[in-house]
Nanobody, 118 residues
């Protein structure tokens, strides 16, 4: 059973930077994707960014040019570098992994709070 351990959330001022990390324990199917979603208070959970096992990335329009997702396959770890943070980036950020082995498996992290003060 894959488990995710997130770190790196916290409080930052507008314009600041934070780096989120998420390490997946256990082995992942060779075909997989890792990423981040976020949920602001009173809003639905939304995609932030994903990166596939082949290195393809996908970003929400709201974070393009400010956030960078990367992964370290040897460590089953995904990172989210967040620059030029805005108050509207304030949310709980959830790590997400989906694997396609014999069947599709989705795993979510517990979430880490990012607060951007104005």
């Amino acid at each position: 059973q894959v488990q995710l351990r997130e770190s790196g959330g916290g409080l930052v001022q507008t314009g600041g930077s934070l780096r989120l990390s998420c390490a997946a324990s256990g082995s992942l199917a060779s075909r997989n994707a890792m990423g981040w979603y976020r949920q602001a208070s009173g809003k639905e959970r939304e995609l932030v960014a994903t990166v596939s096992s082949g290195g393809s990335t996908n970003y929400a329009d709201s974070v393009k040019g400010r956030f960078t997702i990367s992964r370290e396959n040897a460590k089953n770890t995904v990172y989210l570098q967040m620059n030029s943070l805005k108050p509207e980036d304030t949310a709980v950020y959830y790590c997400y992994v989906v694997t396609w082995g014999n069947r599709q498996v989705e795993v979510w992290g517990q979430g880490t709070l990012v607060t951007v003060s104005s």
